[in-house]
């Protein structure tokens, strides 16, 4: 990923949200557009006005692209348009112009007329450099024609180098006249027709052959069994005119080089003018493959939130992991979601879907402050300055880490960075002693819910999810085979009216190690409920696990629920120095 989002989006979070899947299918045609694309930096808070006036760039171009027939032309223009950088770094450096590098700006500039004249067809700019810069510059490469994609050197650039040519074009006339005056008349002295400047003697016609090797204009030029070569002699008038013209040739390649360095400093006068005009129709390339993009996706443009932090979802989906489950035959439903600065806390059962509700989120932030249309229906946001997803993913192992010490390694360097962030933590505190990560994923729930960063923390440690001050979500899980909700549906409060929960949200190919007839519920209910959904037996009964380590599992879990105090939540865990069962020996 380009260095200019290193700093909003690092290698991780770009690696755990699937975000590379996405960014590459906004394609830019030209190589301005991919200059411009490798150079894009997200928006950051203090920058809200520019942020609006670019979506609204954006969101322009979505609607044009209505009319195919425009759109069609436009991107016609973008895949042809000439990259003139390599011609201009020359200008840049004081060097002189080829013709390939002369034919690069005129072509260059050819498209972007085209390009400007259709973006003013719909009331849309392209540059602020105007239309008759553009002209004036093509002028500077056409003198004394209509400018065209194309390039030469012609007559017009130097007087010199215009008498010059007339000479040497009079010279290969002469020649010419010179060499066709001898094939007359060695075709009139030996009777035969020449091919060029070559004549043919059959070997069985002797007297031709012998009036072949006297003629004076004749010289053997090869033979085989059946006849006889000879091509036409330079004539001393001849050897004359051909000294004339390798002379004229090197007086004509001096004024042409002369000519290219004059017509350099024109344009190198002009050099700020063409420089914004690359940046300019980059920045319009790279904005249309963002509103063509969001165009194929059926995506929409985020609307500004009114404050930094805010987040809202509705019907949001991940496009990466949406096209994994289309290829499977399967589909995933969207995301509905309210954050705000402060801690939302989301709880369920394993392969509920979680992990990937959170790469939603991420992706769409992330997108969102790229001026991107993103994968809803619909999105307020407000901006932050970086976006990062911990999920213990095992990636710090080389650098010496656990797990564990990775995820409490990341989260401690994004409490100290300073700005807004929205913090993704995918179940921190898992991989250690149960006690000593509940503790630390409780203390860490409360530090967020009070600070100025929008976190989503989800866990399976209940004493997490009553943070005060947290929003709270739950994660369905399993249904019920009689038809009754699932676990996080039904074993707490039942949402209310004003509870409406977000659309399914299918797990992530990673996540899930069940065919999708699993009967699990994916969406995020909004709750004010403290109970942690357990489905971890029904899931690993459905998986196929041995009934026999099933029954001693319910068994275990049965007596550490008769010896809980009335308390107690139903989370594993150590409690006043008691080991949960199934964490040690039994």
Known sequence: MEEPLQSFLDERARRRLLFAAVWREMAPRSGPGRRAKGAARPFRPGE??????????????????????????????????????????????????TVADAFAVQAFLYDTRELIDLAAAKGLAVTAVGRGEVERLLAL?????????????????????AALRARRRDAERRRLALRQAAARQVACDLGLSLSGERVYVPVTEAAILLAAERHPLLEREGQTPFEVAFVLRRTAEEEALDAEREALDAAIADRERAALAALSERLRASLAELERLDADVG????????????????????????APGILELDDAVHPAVAAALAARGTAMTPLTVRLAPGLAVVAGPNMGGKTVGLRTIGLCQALAQLASPVPARRMVAGLVHRVVLVTGDGQDVGEGLSSFAG???????????????????????????????????VALAEHLAGQGHTAVLVTHYAAAAAAPGARRYRVGGLRRPEGGKGAGAGSCDAPTETERPTPEVEAEPSERHAPPALPMDYRWYPTACLEVPRDALRIARWAGLPEAILARAAALLDGATARAKPKDDGMRGEEDGQTAPGSGDD
């Open 48 to 97: 809200e006005a520019a942020w609006a006036a670019e979506l609204a760039r954006v969101g322009a171009l979505m609607v044009m692209m209505d009319d195919a027939a425009w759109a069609a032309r436009v991107e016609r223009v973008l895949a042809r348009l000439e990259d003139a950088s390599d011609a201009l770094a020359v200008l840049r450096g004081g060097g002189c112009l």
């Open 141 to 161: 490469l056409s003198p004394g024609r209509e400018p065209a994609r194309a390039f030469a050197l012609a007559d017009a650039f130097d007087g010199e180098l």
């Open 283 to 306: 920045a319009w390339d790279w904005r249309w493959a963002r509103a063509a993009w969001g165009k194929r996706q059926g995506a929409a443009l985020p609307t500004p939130a009114d």
């Open 407 to 441: 995820q409490v390694a990341e989260v401690a360097a994004q409490l100290k960075a300073p700005g807004r962030a929205l913090l993704l933590l995918d179940e921190i505190g898992r991989g250690t002693n149960p006690a000593e990560g509940e503790a630390l994923a």
